[in-house]
């Protein structure tokens, strides 16, 4: 059953990817400059429409590939930093040993 799920997401990957390539070459850009969740987000609006049965199948694709086309990753100059850890949110130190014994040593202390 796993290797069905496993197939079915593939399946799914791969026909995103390929209304990427698809709208890539068709408008002359590099596929790596699309936004795959906004494409992915188009196909599932393709896929219903597809479903009401509207008729209009190849006016429909060609304004998914445009729609792909419109929704590129923007440049985002000045973005080459590295990743910080931020400082700890919590005004409580970390606690190093196991909670029995800190339990233990502070119940007996009362």
């Known amino acids: 059953m796993e290797r069905k799920e496993i197939c079915s997401h593939m399946i799914g990957y791969n026909s995103v990817c390929a209304a990427m390539l698809a709208s890539a070459l068709k408008y002359v850009l590099s596929s790596t400059r699309l936004f795959f969740t906004g494409a992915m987000q188009a196909v599932e609006e393709l ?11 190849h006016e429909q694709s060609t304004n998914l590939l445009e729609t792909i086309f419109e929704l590129r990753v923007s440049d985002q100059l000045g973005r080459q930093e590295k990743r910080n850890l931020k400082r700890r949110q919590k005004n409580y130190k970390l606690m190093h040993s196991p909670r029995n014994p800190n339990r233990n040593r502070f119940a007996t202390a009362a």
């Open 47 to 57: 896929a219903s429409s597809l479903r009401l049965g509207s008729g209009r199948h």
